[in-house]
């Protein structure tokens, strides 16, 4: 556990470099100000890297000076891009991305394991707020910066703008002449053409594009970032227009795969996306245009939502998730190297009084081929069906701890799962050497480990 507020524990992160042989994971704790590091042998060593005065140059209102709330973690893990052991966070409150260098924090141990992040601690300050010519809002616009990631050649960093209903991206590294023409000042944004879809979490894809989820739209975006200017696009979830919110969105990591894969929390689902058939499907239905057809993204907003319909036929499959109870939501996901997918269910806060258990869940779609079944030609526009789930093997694995509100999922190098309750200032783990998951009905419970 990470002492602290209640749901303070939200993302994690794992660095492959420096320590993670030894059984570290970090932990931010968003609402406690800090990042922590836990010991997977002893859960009760931690190190806690507290966020205090913010950088002098960043211009932080001194309001929120004392709360950065550091949201999303990673390491780029990759000695070609990134020095050693360092750390990206994003700060949503300061409305800053940062790079830690953890090799030189965890060095600095005060008593009681307690470290103060200093001015010479920062490595890389970016400011990704929105500036302008405003008149009657202040300026700058705070973006809350929720999730982001590197794209495929380590260039930029493209990231969410929850509050502006954007997409903006960084450049980190180039040559010496790129970059000394650039200003660390000069972020770019991009508009999500969805008003209020609140974008959270963004992820490369197998077609080196950005693709996103947007909670309140209930659709999924793409950056086409293999263009000088990146655009936009959206495609709708559900065809009726359902309520879907989705959550986390990963790339399957087995090679040539061509597919993303993202979570639902209303839908209880996990859909699966083709990349490479949006794309195919996009560049096809740009040729309307010549048509008087439009289905431009920025110009008829009336059509947009008929856009997105168009554009998710074949490209969406969603395989609904069973539920122990009428009660639960999902959470994040992840998919494994064998194209095991793990996600999370646990009970609405508001709905349990009863102290029901929360789960997480795994779907061996490894050894069974969801598109080979008589629905695969099926569209939804007919119904919400479930492709390819008779058969599945499923494995659930009950939590010891009750309304854990869970919000993060991810595997480590050796494949454990790693999980983090947010209602219980909590992470967990699910060993991968227990015994096998049994077809058709619920496994035998591998060890949990609840820290």
Request: hydrophobic residues 30%; glycine residues 8%.
């Amino acid at each position: 556990r990470v002492e602290g507020k209640s749901g303070t524990t939200h993302e994690l992160a794992f660095d492959m470099w420096n320590g993670f042989d030894e059984g570290y994971v970090y932990v931010s704790g968003m609402t406690k100000n800090c990042v922590a590091r836990v010991s997977k042998a002893d859960p009760t060593k931690q190190l806690v890297f507290h966020f205090g005065t913010p950088p002098s140059h960043s211009n932080v209102n001194p309001g929120t000076a004392e709360n950065a709330q550091p949201h999303t973690l990673i390491f780029a893990n990759t000695k070609s891009h990134d020095e050693k052991g360092m750390l990206w966070v994003g700060l949503e409150n300061w409305g800053l991305i940062v790079k830690l260098n953890m090799s030189v924090l965890v060095k600095k141990n005060q008593p009681e394991g307690k470290i103060e992040i200093t001015e010479e601690d920062y490595v890389e300050v970016y400011d990704v707020r929105v500036y302008g010519a405003g008149r009657t809002i202040p300026l700058p616009i705070n973006t809350r910066p929720h999730g982001f990631c590197f794209d495929a050649e380590f260039k930029y960093i493209y990231f969410t703008g929850k509050l502006t209903n954007t997409v903006g991206r960084i450049k980190i590294s180039g040559s010496p002449e790129e970059m000394e023409n650039y200003h660390k000042e000069s972020v770019e944004h991009f508009e999500i053409p969805t008003l209020g879809s609140v974008p959270i979490y963004v992820s490369l894809g197998p077609d080196k594009n950005i693709w996103g989820t947007s909670l309140r739209s209930s659709t999924i975006f793409q950056v086409n970032t293999q263009v000088e200017k990146p655009y936009v696009t959206e495609i709708a979830i559900h065809p009726n227009g359902e309520d879907r919110t989705p959550i986390a969105i990963v790339p399957d990591p087995r090679k040539g795969s061509r597919f993303m894969w993202f979570s639902s929390e209303a839908g209880h689902s996990v859909c699966r996306l083709d990349a490479v058939k949006y794309n195919e499907q996009y560049r096809s239905t740009q040729q309307m245009k010549d048509s008087g057809n439009c289905i431009c993204s920025t110009g008829c907003k009336k059509r947009f939502k008929n856009d997105a319909l168009e554009l998710r036929k074949g490209v969406i499959t969603e395989f609904p998730v069973p539920k122990m109870n009428h009660h639960m939501k999902l959470g994040g996901l992840a998919v494994s190297s064998k194209g095991e997918v793990w996600t999370q269910s646990y009970v609405d806060k508001s709905e349990n009084d009863e102290g029901l258990p929360d789960y997480i869940i795994k779907l061996e779609f490894n050894n069974h081929d969801p598109t080979n079944t008589h629905d695969k030609d099926r569209d939804m526009s007919e119904g919400f069906i479930a492709v390819g789930m008779t058969g599945l093997p499923i494995g659930f694995y009950e939590l010891p701890t009750k309304n854990t509100i869970l919000h993060r999922i991810k595997l480590d190098p050796t494949d454990n799962v790693w999980f983090t309750e947010l209602g219980a200032d909590r992470i967990g783990m699910i060993r991968v050497d227990g015994p096998k998951i049994e077809k058709e009905g619920i496994t035998k419970k591998r060890k949990i480990s609840n820290i």
